[in-house]
Structure formats: C-alpha cells, structure tokens
Nanobody
Framework: QVQLVESGGGLVQPGDSLRLSCAAS????????MGWFRQAPGKEREFVGT????????NYSDSVKGRFAISRDNAKNTVYLQINNVKPEDTAVYYC????????????WGQGTQVTVSS
C-alpha cells in the first residue's frame, strides 16, 4: 500500500497563493489516480479534485474550479495542489488520497495538512 504525506499548509492571508505537496512512498506513484480532499471545521470532508496516473485527466469540484490546480511529478513521487487567491472559506485540513483506477475507491490517505486563511 502506498503511504502519503502532505505538507505545505500554514497560515496565509486572503489573496495569497500556496502549494501543497503530497509525497508518496512504498509504491510507484504512477500506479495511482490521486485525489485531494478537504475538511473544514464542523463540516464533512469535501472532494477537491483528481488527477489521473499520467496527469492527462483532471477533475475539480465546482467550488474550486479556476483557483485550484492539481499536478503531479511521478519521477519525484509527488502530487501538488496549487491554490491561488485563497479565501477564508478555503480554511480546512487538506488530504491527498490514492486509488488504483478511476472506478475504485480511495484506499490510501495521508494525515492531512492544515491551511488557515486569515488576515
């Protein structure tokens, strides 16, 4: 099973940009469809987006489309989530997850990284 570790979160101001990383180990990253999710305080976990194994197919939730961008570098075993023009409502714990195909369930999850947007 692949192990995932997120990083890059922190305290940012509205309008800033930041990039979250998800480092994979234990299995080749290119085996997996990767996803990003987030969970805001008091809310259920929310789907952010996915990227296919070679990065050719991307899907985003409507709530983040246009401001978030997912990318991957399989040679570095890392997936990224670029967040532009952050808003207070982006405050959440962000998780990456892995699955072996578009049709399967996400079976591996990271521990999450906190993003707090505040002026």
């Amino acid at each position: 099973q692949v192990q995932l570790v997120e990083s890059g979160g922190g305290l940012v101001q509205p309008g800033d940009s930041l990039r979250l990383s998800c480092a994979a180990s234990g299995r080749p990253l290119n085996w997996y469809v990767m996803g990003w999710f987030r969970q805001a305080p008091g809310k259920e976990r929310e789907f952010v987006g996915t990227i296919s194994q070679r990065g050719l197919n991307l899907n985003y939730s409507d709530s983040v489309k246009g401001r978030f961008a997912i990318s991957r570098d399989n040679a570095k075993n890392t997936v990224y989530l670029q967040i532009n023009n952050v808003k207070p409502e982006d405050t959440a714990v962000y998780y990456c997850a892995a699955k072996l195909s578009a049709e399967s369930q996400f079976g591996s999850w990271g521990q999450g990284t906190q993003v707090t947007v505040s002026s």
